[in-house]
């Protein structure tokens, strides 16, 4: 007896789904493919926002900047939601570790009491930059359009969340625990007069109302600028006398803030060069707010480096971004030294 085994393939009909094959032809498609392009709802809306009437509830019409195919702003990175997760829990395995290295041997509590003093005015408050930030690429998420941008954004509102949680940790290993420094990283936050132009400058974005205004005066023009100073460029105040204790704690934002600006980069870019009209907004809203930015920033830098050391940084961290600005399209412009007048809606945001 004789047992003869054959093999069939079988011919798929199809490779990937018809939304997918209609942009890329049908071929199998990656997973960034599959779980981004066109999935935003453009049809059959059972209502109009009750709170915006004159919108729908996804809309094109409520930014400025106009795209044949708002697709197009894709991520480089290629993050849908699983791969981002494995990306950031490689991300928080590093940091845990320097966390933990640090407080086995109590880094920041060996560290004199001034220089504890002048990390908890410098970089604590920051916890509450990051909690802005997630508020403000939150409405970025609920009124952008097209997957390609709001997932990458409501991956960003999530990262913001952690950072400020590693900011947290940092206060926690100088307090012992106690919660005692975050206690008055937010009372420096609402009076220390170093930190108002930077929360007045984070409120004002809470106001906007065009999402990719928002995008470029958050997710562009405040973390080049606020990364830059605070993390980078005060960290030689303590590495300078106590080593490298300090900056093994302020690597991680740094490392974060360069991954995050090639999207920004990338994104900003593809809308510059969609038309004339969309660079035209885009440069009119970079210069804006970053003259508000360095102005905001300027009390901070002094309070922490001093008149001229404050000064010099600064214009370090305003030049970073500046060299930034025609790899995307958009022209380096000389920075005012005011910043411009405050609106009724942004003076009643900072109040």
């Not at 392009?37 to 996804?58: A, C, F, G, R, T």
């Not at 509102?157 to 400020?164: E, K, P, Q, S, V």
């Not at 704690?249 to 980069?265: A, K, S, Y």
Request: with cysteine; hydrophobic share 40%.
């Amino acid at each position: 007896m004789t047992v003869e085994i054959r093999v069939r393939s079988v011919k798929p009909l199809r490779q990937t789904f018809g939304h997918i094959a209609r942009r890329f032809g049908d071929k199998p498609a990656t997973r960034y493919q599959e779980g981004t392009y066109d999935l935003q709802s453009e049809v059959n809306h059972h209502y109009k926002p009750l709170w915006d009437p004159e919108h729908d509830i996804y809309d094109r019409r409520r930014t400025a900047i106009q795209m044949a195919d708002w697709y197009a702003l894709k991520d480089p990175r290629q993050y849908y939601y699983g791969s981002w997760t494995i990306a950031r829990s490689r991300h928080q395995e590093a940091a845990d570790r320097q966390m933990e290295f640090a407080e086995k041997r109590d880094l920041l509590r060996h560290l004199p009491a001034d220089l504890q003093a002048a990390l908890q005015r410098a970089i604590l408050p920051l916890r509450h930059f990051e909690w802005g930030a997630n508020t403000n690429l939150c409405f970025v998420s609920a009124y952008g359009y097209g997957t390609a941008l709001t997932q990458a954004t409501s991956m960003a509102t999530m990262d913001r969340l952690g950072m400020a949680q590693h900011v947290s940790r940092i206060g926690l290993l100088l307090d012992g625990n106690t919660g005692s420094s975050l206690v008055e990283a937010k009372r420096l936050w609402m009076e220390d007069a170093a930190w108002q132009g930077l929360r007045r400058q984070t409120e004002a974005i809470f106001v906007l109302r065009d999402p990719i205004e928002n995008f470029i005066a958050q997710a562009l023009v405040a973390d080049a600028l606020v990364y830059e100073l605070c993390y980078r460029r005060f960290e030689p105040l303590w590495t300078a006398s106590q080593g490298a204790g300090v900056a093994t704690l302020l690597d991680f934002p740094l490392r974060w803030q360069e991954e995050t600006q090639r999207w920004v980069d990338s994104v900003v870019k593809t809308m510059a060069a969609e038309s004339d009209a969309n660079r035209k907004t885009l440069q009119g809203w970079v210069d804006s707010w970053r003259a508000r930015w360095n102005a905001a920033l300027a009390p901070l830098a002094a309070a922490v480096l001093g008149e001229s050391g404050g000064a010099a940084a600064l214009t370090a961290a305003d030049a970073a971004l500046g060299a930034r600005l025609p790899k995307v399209g958009l022209k380096t412009t000389t920075t005012p030294a005011a910043t411009p007048a405050a609106t009724p809606a942004t003076q009643g945001a900072a109040a």
